[in-house]
């Protein structure tokens, strides 16, 4: 494949969801860099966010994560190739090679209530932090299954991923998992309004999240709950909020509102 410049190229193989290996696969479209970091760059291609990751950086749900340790000095709006499974920018090409499981399990009533539970026990009041962020009517609207609280979380906070959508992320893998009655609601309002009030990289993430996929981490947190299993659980809730200053902490924040969701609890007569 032809370099999209003519500084040294290097290439290197990386790990990807399967959505994204969809997205860089097929003929050759051409991107532009939106944000660059040591650890990770961002992508707009068509007018979703895919990234370029370095070893040390968490594996979002739209990247393809590398081993190297840094990534090359690249400028934002730099031009992007994608082709054939592979990603150019300028002196670097990535190719997916091996595919990471993002999606969420399916949790039954029982499973998402000793869930919702052991959560909020192992956390104790880790997250008052960012609960303090966040108003509370929204979050209260939201625990009631009410897609009136996506505008007033959606964009909320500073960032490429504001807390805000943080928490919607966490709600709508969580809700997809435990097939939740509000989903379709909630998942509607975010669709209709994420590109115009938050970041590319944010609405691509919730659009990923709305698919019932996450963070590794964040899966492994729902396969312990799955699994009731008490130590897997508290594992992914450490490892969990370790991720960036506020981000790890806001999914937990989602999470747990949708686990601990009266609708769940106390599901309507009739519903499977």
């Not at 300028?90 to 209530?113: Q, S």
């Not at 539970?117 to 192992?122: A, K, N």
């Amino acid at each position: 494949m032809a370099a999209t410049n003519q500084v040294p190229m290097t290439s290197v193989v990386g790990s990807a969801s399967i959505w994204v290996l969809g997205r860089v696969a097929g003929p050759r479209r051409r991107g532009r860099v939106l944000h660059v970091g040591d650890s990770a760059v961002y992508l707009d291609l068509e007018g979703t966010c895919l990234a370029v990751l370095g070893a040390r950086a968490v594996q979002v749900p739209c990247g393809v994560r590398t081993q190297l340790p840094t990534l090359p000095d690249i400028e934002a709006g730099a031009e992007v190739v994608v082709e054939d499974g592979s990603i150019v920018l300028p002196g670097l090409e990535v190719m997916v090679t091996t595919i990471v499981d993002t999606t969420v399990p399916v949790l039954g009533a029982d499973t998402a209530a000793w869930g919702g539970e052991v959560v909020d026990e192992l956390l104790t009041d880790r997250l008052d932090a960012v609960r303090a962020q966040v108003p509370g009517a929204a979050l209260a609207a939201l625990a009631e299954g009410d897609a009136g609280s996506v505008l007033q979380l959606l964009g909320l906070g500073p960032g490429l991923t504001p807390l805000g959508d943080d928490v919607l992320c966490g709600w709508l893998a969580t809700a997809v998992a435990s097939r939740h009655p509000a989903l379709a609601d909630v998942r509607g309002a975010v669709g209709a309004a994420a590109v115009e009030r938050t970041t590319t990289l944010s609405a691509t993430l919730l659009s990923c999240a709305s698919r019932g996929e996450g963070l590794p981490e964040f899966r492994s947190l729902l396969v312990g709950v799955n699994q009731q299993n008490r130590e897997v659980v508290e594992q992914a809730l450490e490892l969990m909020l370790q991720v960036g200053e506020t981000s790890g902490a806001g999914n937990l924040l989602g999470a747990l509102v949708a686990l601990q969701s009266p609708s769940l609890l106390a599901p309507p007569a009739g519903d499977v």
